[in-house]
């Protein structure tokens, strides 16, 4: 494999637990399914359920004062330990409001685990390496979610119980990614953060006013992740209520088509972003998304829902490099953290709004089509935005990556 020999072994480790959490991922991809045809959530539950991973996020601003500068190895324990094996309590949910319980808590693991996570791809991986390593890893857990998906939707078809069994394993795994992080270590650390505030709320707004170019990205993907938010909510509804899918038809389309074209694709979008920007990636991505909802409302049954599912994986795949890799690419010299917990906040933030918008468009107007339309605006609002956060970035130097580790970045493992 080509790259430095900090950036293979970091990718050593990083395939390896990405593996695990794509596990984990298959079985979530099915959350709402398994609420509303197991457990007989209604709209607000299945609302909640899709809305908890993304909302915990906010808390993600609490924790960068305490991971700037600091060893991240520790954070990986906790996240693993509070919002892994908590799922092991899923042998015991038998009402919605419990499993919904369950996934929240489990859900608090991510405002702490991406930006220690993308801590560690600024420090082990270098700029020209980077966004090719981050794909390839990400499409080894598109692959794992691909299977494990397919056959939990094979599982609960025949047996509607045995999500108890099955979200206790993946709990398991899931904590095995993060002891794969924990043990990776860190090829050089920031220096501490200097005197003065460490307020997360104060610090936040500091950031943004000071780099223009990100607090436009940042606009970007909060218009973007509002038209997400409420296609997410409603996509299990849709897919159940309107496309009368089966537990398989679902597994299919949102795992294997999905994320089969984020397996493919990731690697490519990975080498776009280190040649050119995250942002030019993120711009063109949020343009295709606004066929998005019109193609799924056109599908007539499963085959259009098949299709339009290639696209909107096609699609997702540049947000996704884009999502993780612009943090890093603004934060320059600095320690990525606060960054990154800006970043995770304020997806948070949009998944108290967009999720909650989404159903009340839905139950107020008795049809699909109103948000469906909503969404396909404010995925054309992203893409507006990501012109002006260009002519920023491009003010600041050029829209291409920066970042204090050395392209070569030859010296031996950290």
Same mark, same amino acid.
């Given at each position: 494999?080509?790259? $430095?020999?900090?950036?293979?072994?970091?990718?050593?480790? @990083?395939?390896?637990?990405?593996?695990?959490?794509?596990?984990?991922?298959?079985?979530?991809?099915?959350?709402?399914?398994?609420? /509303?045809?197991?457990?007989? =959530?209604? !709209?607000?539950?299945? !609302?909640?359920?899709?809305? =908890?991973?993304?909302?915990?996020?906010?808390?993600?601003?609490?924790?960068?004062?305490?991971?700037?500068?600091?060893?991240?190895?520790?954070?990986?324990?906790?996240?693993?330990?509070?919002?892994?094996?908590?799922? #092991?309590?899923?042998?015991?949910?038998?009402?919605?409001?419990?499993?919904?319980?369950?996934?929240?808590?489990?859900?608090?693991?991510?405002?702490?685990?991406?930006?220690?996570?993308?801590?560690?791809?600024?420090?082990?991986?270098?700029?020209?390496? /980077?966004?090719?390593?981050?794909?390839?890893? &990400?499409?080894? *857990?598109?692959?794992?979610?691909?299977?494990?998906?397919?056959?939990?939707?094979?599982? %609960?078809?025949?047996?509607?119980? $045995?999500?108890?069994?099955?979200?206790?394993?993946?709990?398991?795994?899931?904590?095995?990614?993060?002891?794969?992080? %924990?043990?990776?270590?860190?090829?050089?650390?920031?220096?501490?953060?200097?005197?003065?505030?460490?307020?997360?709320?104060?610090?936040?707004?500091?950031?943004?006013? =000071?780099?223009?170019?990100?607090?436009?990205?940042?606009?970007? +993907?909060?218009?973007?992740?509002?038209?997400?938010?409420?296609?997410?909510?409603?996509?299990?509804? *849709?897919?159940?209520?309107?496309?009368?899918?089966?537990?398989?038809?679902? $597994?299919?389309?949102?795992?294997?088509?999905?994320?089969?074209?984020?397996?493919?694709?990731?690697?490519?979008?990975?080498? *776009?972003?280190?040649?050119? @920007?995250?942002?030019?990636?993120? /711009?063109? $991505?949020?343009?295709?998304?606004?066929? +998005?909802?019109?193609?799924? +409302?056109?599908?007539?049954?499963?085959?259009?829902? *098949?299709?339009?599912?290639?696209? %909107?994986?096609?699609?997702?795949?540049?947000?996704?490099?884009?999502? &993780?890799?612009?943090?890093?690419?603004?934060?320059?010299? /600095?320690?990525?953290? #606060?960054?990154?917990?800006? @970043?995770?906040?304020? !997806?948070?933030?949009?998944?108290?709004?967009? @999720?909650?918008?989404?159903?009340?468009?839905?139950?107020?107007?008795?049809?699909?089509?109103?948000?469906?339309?909503?969404?396909?605006?404010?995925?054309?609002?992203?893409?507006? #935005?990501?012109?002006?956060?260009?002519?920023?970035?491009?003010? =600041?130097?050029?829209?291409?990556?920066?970042?204090?580790?050395?392209?070569?970045?030859?010296?031996?493992?950290?």
């Amino acid at each position: 494999m080509k790259g $430095s020999s900090v950036g293979r072994y970091t990718f050593h480790y @990083h395939l390896r637990s990405m593996v695990l959490e794509g596990a984990l991922n298959g079985v979530w991809q099915l959350n709402e399914i398994v609420a /509303r045809k197991s457990l007989g =959530a209604g !709209t607000w539950w299945v !609302t909640l359920i899709v809305m =908890a991973p993304s909302a915990a996020l906010l808390l993600s601003v609490l924790w960068g004062p305490h991971l700037e500068g600091r060893k991240k190895a520790p954070w990986f324990l906790v996240a693993g330990v509070v919002g892994r094996l908590v799922l #092991l309590a899923a042998a015991w949910a038998t009402s919605p409001w419990l499993f919904t319980l369950i996934l929240a808590v489990s859900a608090l693991s991510y405002s702490i685990l991406y930006p220690a996570q993308n801590a560690l791809y600024q420090s082990n991986y270098a700029p020209g390496e /980077r966004g090719r390593l981050f794909g390839l890893a &990400y499409s080894g *857990y598109g692959l794992t979610s691909m299977g494990v998906a397919v056959a939990a939707g094979w599982c %609960y078809d025949r047996w509607p119980d $045995s999500f108890r069994a099955v979200y206790p394993a993946a709990g398991v795994l899931g904590f095995g990614a993060c002891w794969y992080f %924990y043990r990776m270590r860190e090829r050089w650390v920031f220096r501490p953060p200097g005197e003065g505030t460490r307020n997360p709320f104060v610090l936040a707004w500091r950031i943004l006013r =000071a780099d223009r170019g990100f607090a436009f990205f940042q606009g970007a +993907f909060f218009c973007y992740g509002i038209g997400f938010m409420i296609m997410a909510t409603l996509l299990p509804l *849709y897919l159940v209520d309107a496309l009368r899918v089966t537990y398989s038809q679902a $597994s299919v389309m949102r795992v294997l088509l999905f994320q089969g074209m984020l397996s493919l694709f990731t690697w490519v979008m990975g080498r *776009y972003s280190d040649r050119f @920007h995250p942002l030019s990636l993120a /711009r063109w $991505s949020f343009l295709g998304l606004v066929l +998005f909802p019109a193609l799924l +409302f056109a599908s007539a049954g499963p085959r259009g829902g *098949y299709l339009t599912f290639l696209w %909107y994986g096609l699609c997702m795949a540049g947000v996704t490099v884009a999502w &993780y890799m612009g943090p890093l690419v603004f934060a320059g010299a /600095r320690d990525s953290s #606060l960054y990154m917990t800006v @970043h995770v906040a304020l !997806t948070g933030v949009r998944a108290l709004i967009g @999720h909650p918008l989404g159903a009340a468009l839905y139950v107020f107007s008795g049809s699909f089509a109103l948000p469906f339309a909503v969404a396909a605006l404010f995925f054309a609002a992203g893409f507006a #935005l990501t012109f002006p956060a260009g002519e920023n970035v491009r003010g =600041a130097g050029g829209c291409r990556p920066r970042s204090p580790v050395a392209e070569s970045a030859s010296g031996g493992p950290p």
